[in-house]
């Protein structure tokens, strides 16, 4: 039976507490930030907490006025808010990388944390780092790209006739390796370019990336490839505040019918590029066409 006062209700505001972007379906919770997008069974969600805390009588989702979603527990008098809210991050945190998709591939993505089964992060090209043998370490975040280039050597994109799954690295991974690999070869002056078999710009950790790649004090550079799909003002601003060294952006063609073309998409906007191009020198980021 539901309880007549809200007083009575421990009220979890969920958009505050979980770092995802969230929406209700009426049978999940749906998690997105940047192109990661996941979906967390309601029922199995309660039923977990349930059975953690034998003393639940009611739970049912809500939103607030600011369309926050609001998850209403009670009896709260019963309940300890800390612990329930730390069991719900663990549940999602264990729950979330097996109902992942890439909403810019409409592909399954295949999250990789350090624990996954000891999967080495040296030694793929798809993920990881890559080390060629001089002071350049390629840092590859993520796979997948939104554009259909009809030249792909990898075959990448929406369109793609081989690839059936993205991956997407944690980025905790991709720091501790990238880290050991310059105390392995005691490099000074390293580059790190973020690149990918892929769109690394899609990258929802990007920012974060970038800081702590330069948290190494062996590291002279930090330079980012992208083909500009998720390019914006605001994503070069927080760039340059983090200091982000270069930007090798990828142009086809500079006739707006043969961009369109060679990106494989009809609604890729040549003269939008070549604002952000402009945008782009204008802030403290280098710029390489």
Not at 49 to 77: R, V, W
Not at 88 to 117: H, V
Not at 168 to 174: G, R, T
């Amino acid at each position: 039976m539901p309880f007549s006062k809200r007083e009575q209700l421990l009220i979890l505001n969920l958009s505050e507490l979980l770092p995802f972007s969230l929406s209700l379906s009426d049978e999940a919770l749906i998690l997105t930030k940047g192109v990661m997008r996941g979906e967390i069974p309601i029922e199995s969600l309660l039923l977990e907490l349930q059975q953690d805390f034998t003393s639940i009588q009611q739970m049912h989702f809500s939103k607030n006025k600011n369309g926050q979603i609001l998850l209403m527990i009670g009896p709260k008098s019963a309940l300890d808010k800390e612990a329930l809210e730390s069991t719900l991050r663990e549940i999602i945190s264990l729950e979330l990388p097996n109902n992942l998709k890439n909403s810019a591939t409409k592909k399954p993505l295949i999250f990789i944390p350090a624990d996954f089964f000891g999967f080495p992060l040296v030694g793929s090209l798809y993920f990881g780092v890559i080390d060629r043998g001089t002071n350049l370490l390629q840092v590859r975040p993520i796979t997948g790209c939104p554009l259909n280039c009809p030249f792909c050597s990898v075959d990448e994109g929406p369109a793609s006739k081989s690839k059936v799954r993205d991956f997407i690295v944690d980025p905790d991974y991709l720091i501790s390796t990238y880290n050991y690999i310059l105390s392995e070869k005691k490099l000074n002056g390293a580059e790190a370019h973020i690149d990918g078999q892929g769109e690394p710009m899609s990258y929802p950790y990007l920012v974060e990336l970038v800081q702590r790649l330069w948290e190494n004090n062996n590291t002279a550079v930090v330079s980012l490839q992208t083909d500009g799909w998720f390019l914006n003002e605001q994503i070069i601003d927080e760039l340059s505040a983090v200091k982000l060294s270069r930007i090798n952006l990828s142009i086809n063609a500079f006739d707006s019918k043969l961009a369109k073309r060679l990106a494989g998409r009809g609604d890729y906007n040549l003269e939008k590029m070549l604002e952000l191009a402009e945008y782009i020198l204008d802030s403290n980021i280098s710029l390489l066409l």
